[in-house]
């Protein structure tokens, strides 16, 4: 059984940091990709960044240059640094693992409230 157990969420005003992290523990063998998405209030749930075990990425334009992804792969742990945020990046972020064939996975989310 897979579990990811996210930290890090909470509230911030315009222009400050965050960073959020995401701990994978079970059965995780072989390639895959983790990373984050978010919902945004009325909004669907939407790609924020990710990358695979061999160094492939992808993060969303709307956050590129503020927020960056890294990942340690010793410790099945992926890092958001959010820099720079702003009102629209008020959402719950949900760390994602897609083992691909062997399944997905999704955390319980965390809130991230940008506000002044």
């Known amino acids: 059984q897979v579990q990811l157990v996210e930290s890090g969420g909470g509230l911030v005003q315009p222009g400050e940091s965050l960073r959020l992290s995401c701990v994978a523990s079970?059965?995780?063998?072989?390639?895959?990709?983790m990373g984050w998405y978010r919902q945004r209030p009325g909004k669907q749930r939407e790609l924020v960044a990710v990358?695979?075990?061999?160094?492939?990425?992808n993060t969303a334009d709307s956050v590129r240059g503020r927020f960056t992804l890294s990942r340690d792969n010793a410790k099945n742990t992926v890092y958001l640094q959010m820099n720079n945020l702003k009102p629209e990046d008020t959402a719950v972020y949900y760390c994602?693992?897609?083992?691909?064939?062997?399944?997905?996975?999704w955390g319980q989310g965390t809130q991230v409230t940008v506000s002044s």
């Open positions: 079970g059965n995780i063998v072989g390639g895959n990709i």
């Open positions: 994602h693992l897609d083992l691909f064939r062997r399944g997905e996975y």
């Open positions: 990358r695979s075990n061999d160094g492939l990425s």
